[in-house]
Each structure stands twice: as C-alpha cells, then as structure tokens.
C-alpha cells in the first residue's frame, strides 16, 4: 500500500510517523488540494484560524507543548509570506516546526504564467524561507519527492528548529517514486572532540571555586532536562535557567536556585551567575531579553558555552558537538563532587490575601489575584505575550510556562495557547496586552468550534507601554481603547471589565468554572508598569 501513495500522502503519512496528531493551517488555491488530502487523511485532524501568523504561532505552542515537531500549512505568496514572522520566532527560540506551502504548479511555470501571489520569481519564497528554517526543499519531481522529504524531516529533529517543505499543486496527486538507494542524512558529530570538550570542562569545574550550571532552552527542546540535573546533582552544583527554559527545573530542588534575567530576575540567581567563576552554560542563548544581562557582568574567560553543535572555552571551539552527547560525555566522568557552599534561596513572596480597593488596579495586584487563584484552585500553565505581562509572570507561581521570551514578538499568546490546549488537553491562562490582542486576538473566536476555554487576563492601558519607555515624550504608543470583554461575548466567550480588585478576585472565580474561553479585561492607569520591567529595561539602556 505505501508503494502506491501520492506525493501528498507520502508526506502526510511521514509527518504522522513523527507523531504528528494536528495540522494548522488557512487554504488558499495553490493548496487547496493538499487541504482536501488532509481532511480525508485518517487519524489527522485539520484546525483553521483566521490569519497566518496566529497559524505559525498555534503550531509552536503545540510544539512547545510537546516537545515535538507541530505542522503549520499555508498556501504561496500571500499566506506564506504572511507567516514567515512566526516560523522567525521558532527558528529564533529553537521550536520544530514543519511548514508546508502549497506553490505553483510545475506546469504553470514551464508556461511561465503570469500567476497572483508571485512576487519576484516562482523561487522567491522558498528562498525567503530558507533564512529562517533549516532546511527548505521543493516537492517539484516525485523521483526526488521522498529524499527531500525525509532530509527536512530529518533536520527538523536533529536541530530542533523550522524546516520549509514547498510542494506545487500539481504535484499532491502524482505517485511517489520510491529511490533505489536512499541517502544517507545523518550530520556529522565528532566523537573525539565530544571527549575532549568534556575533559576540558572537568578540568575548569575541578579547578575553579564557584562553578555552576546554567540550564538553558536546548536542555528543553531536546529533553536533557532530567540529564542535565543529574549532572548537577552528580558534581553537586548550583543551578539557574533563563527566561526561555525557566520551567524546566523542579522549583523546589535544592539545587536550584531560580531565574536569571538580571536585574529583573531572582537575585541570588543573578549573584551566583554574575560571581561564577566556570560558569556551564547548557543550551543556552546570550541575549538581553532571554537573560536581561550586560555581557560585561560575565567574565568571557569564566564562560563556557554549549548551544548549536558548539562548544566555545575561551579562544578553543569544538564543532558537531550534540548537547545530548556532550552532556553524556560529562555524566560518564568520574569526578569528585564539589564542596560548594549553596547560598540561601531567594523565595518568591507570594501573597494570597484577598485584598479589595476602589482604585485602578497594579500589575503587583494583577500578580496577587493570580496567585491568589492558584492557591484557591490547582495551578495553570502559563502562556503570557510580550510585554509588561511577561515580566509579571516572573513573580508568578507556575507548573508550565511559554511565551517569546527572546525573539520577542507580540501577538504570540492568544494562537499559542489555542494550539498548546488543542494538542495538549491542557487549560491555560493567558496573559497579553492589548496591543497582543489588537494583532492576533480575533484567534479566539475559533475556540467555541474547537471546544476549548482558556481564561485571557488582557492589561487595558490603552497604549504600547513597554516602548513608551524607551521615549515617555512619544506620542506614537496610543492604542484605540476596544472593548475586550464585550468582543468576547460577540464571539461566543464570556467578557469580564474589571477596574477594581474585586471584580478581578469575582471575575477569577467565574472564569474557573466556564465551559466557554473568558476574557478578563483588566483596566489599568496607562503609566502603570511592573518593578520588574522597569529593573530589566534600566539595564537594557546601560547597554546603549
């Protein structure tokens, strides 16, 4: 039977094989056939949102969710070019996707028709596409069909980042042509300078005084997270993560001792890190929002670093270095444990009270009823956009958390947690802007179809606030003030408008119990910010 599949059930069939369970996606004629192929395909089901960028953003909270690729399928020109900001964002923060684009026909460009949706050339997006994917094939020949399929796929999982498969309409229906000898597909990973990276970190972590672990997204994205703390448990180390990665540790192992984005972040994390005199950075990325750092705080000769098949000791790089090999490499050392002195953990100060006033409610209240929440009801995993309601969430007690904590997008949330609960089962609560909700918020009005409820806290202050801090003289950052709870009702969810604490606290406690999404539409002061956006953008300036 597999001898007899088209182009398109191959590759549907290949995607399934990897796990894959949903597809995401908007049609368009140059894949509508494909579209047809997948509704008919068993055990696979389609879900259709309204704007590409909300489809590439579903597919990374699914992938996110899972740890596994998630698929995202748009048609040429117009929806492809239209989500290559979310596929940026995957490829940016380390998220499998698998893009696929319907294209041209084979046949329409031998004719060379003057085609919609083509913009300089018929290789125009798939070139796009290549800058922030992987790998980027061309289904063009069903000789060549299969290789090109199982080379994206294969790098999709090797790298944990975003591959392109492009597949013109009059190639869904032919047959595949299975090759005679198949290609080889591995990548290159040198076992020699594994071992020898590896003896090298042994070497700084037994000489050096004040060494430690720094658990970053890597570690998530290629499940090393039980390996990693093993690692640190074996040569008795202190361990932090960064804003990406800040699930992946149990927060109440001794070992960890919490978030570093610097000033912003746990301050006992950002001694420890900052006073490091071999500091370990596992898959991690140096970037000022997922860490909030000046790189002049660490000590480039303390520093080793281990991302992307790299690892980089002072002027010394050893390439095809995998994370996984590395980190069994180092587990594999006999070496003594470290005599380290654990300073005392910073605890997060939560507080549940239940406090009611007739003034515009804070971010630090916002924080409180959260809180307050959880402690009532079982905690939720946490999505949150860009934004001040990202740094919130960093005083926030959660079992699971997403957001773009470095590529940095707005927009992000609402279609992430539709696609993480779709995939996962799993009930959010969602934090976003309102700017996040002008862009991807109309997202939600599919939820009543796909019978899912998350709870959306939106923070009203009527204006971009974060960049209003880069120039408070703007007068650019004003938003049109919509009416959030109201448009929920329109679209099938319940709408909650707090301007007090206790319509917060009731709206909470409501939202719990709904069968349908809610939209708690919080109305703030519009210079309200958080204490921990404000310490993270005074250090972001120093860097100017």
């Not at 370990?280 to 140096?286: K, S």
């Amino acid at each position: 039977m597999v001898n007899n599949l088209t182009v398109g059930e191959f590759l549907l069939q290949s995607v399934k094989d990897l796990g894959v369970k949903e597809i995401f996606g908007i049609p368009g004629d140059m894949v509508i056939r494909f579209f047809k192929v997948i509704e008919d395909f068993p055990d696979m089901d389609l879900y259709t949102f309204s704007h590409e960028p909300g489809v590439g953003f579903a597919a990374i909270g699914s992938s996110r969710g899972t740890q596994m690729p998630a698929v995202a399928c748009i048609t040429y020109g117009a929806g492809g070019l239209n989500m290559v900001n979310s596929v940026a964002c995957a490829y940016a923060e380390k998220t499998p996707l698998i893009v696929i684009s319907g294209g041209p026909g084979e046949s329409e460009k031998i004719k060379n028709n003057l085609l919609h949706h083509v913009v300089k050339n018929f290789n125009s997006q798939l070139r796009v596409y290549e800058e922030v994917t992987q790998v980027a094939v061309m289904l063009d020949d069903p000789r060549t069909a299969y290789n090109k399929i199982k080379k994206a796929l294969h790098a999709c999982q090797e790298f944990m980042e975003p591959v392109y498969i492009e597949i013109p309409r009059d190639m869904v229906d032919e047959k595949i042509i299975f090759p005679e000898g198949q290609e080889d597909f591995s990548y290159s990973v040198d076992m020699d300078a594994i071992e020898e990276a590896a003896d090298e970190i042994v070497q700084k972590i037994v000489k050096a005084e004040r060494p430690m672990i720094f658990a970053g997204v890597e570690s998530e994205r290629f499940n090393l997270n039980k390996s990693v703390l093993e690692l640190a448990e074996k040569l008795n180390l202190p361990i932090v993560t960064g804003f990406l990665s800040r699930d992946i540790i149990p927060q109440d192992h001794p070992n960890y001792f919490g978030i570093y984005v610097g000033l912003a972040g746990n301050p006992v994390a950002r001694e420890l890190v900052e006073g490091s005199d071999c500091l370990l950075m596992l898959g991690a990325l140096i970037t000022d929002m997922n860490l909030g750092i000046k790189l002049k705080n660490l000590n480039r000769e303390n520093l080793i670093l281990c991302v992307s098949r790299e690892v980089i000791i002072k002027h010394h790089i050893y390439h095809d270095v995998t994370l996984k090999k590395l980190v069994e490499a180092l587990l594999a050392r006999e070496v003594e444990k470290k005599i380290v002195h654990f300073p005392k953990k910073h605890e997060l100060v939560i507080n549940r009270d239940c406090k009611f006033t007739d003034e515009f409610i804070t971010t630090g209240e916002i924080i409180n009823a959260v809180n307050w929440f959880f402690n009532e009801n079982e905690e939720m995993p946490i999505i949150s956009d860009t934004g001040d309601c990202l740094f919130t969430t960093l005083k926030i007690s959660s079992p699971m958390f997403m957001a773009s904590a470095y590529y940095a997008t707005m927009g992000f949330s609402v279609p992430a947690s539709i696609g993480y609960m779709l995939t996962t089962g799993n009930r959010p609560l969602v934090l976003l802007g309102d700017g996040a909700f002008q862009m991807t918020g109309q997202e939600m009005s599919h939820c009543p179809r796909f019978g899912i409820n998350p709870i959306f806290i939106v923070f009203n202050n009527r204006r971009w606030g974060m960049q209003q801090l880069f120039d408070p003289s703007a007068g650019f950052n004003e938003l049109v003030n919509w009416h959030y709870a109201k448009i929920a009702e329109f679209w099938g969810g319940k709408g909650y408008f707090c301007d007090t604490c206790e319509k917060l606290y009731n709206a909470l406690i409501e939202a719990r119990d709904n069968a349908e999404f809610s939209v708690i539409e919080v109305f703030m002061e519009k210079e309200e910010l958080s204490e921990e956006l404000l310490a993270w953008l005074q250090e972001l300036k120093a860097q100017a």
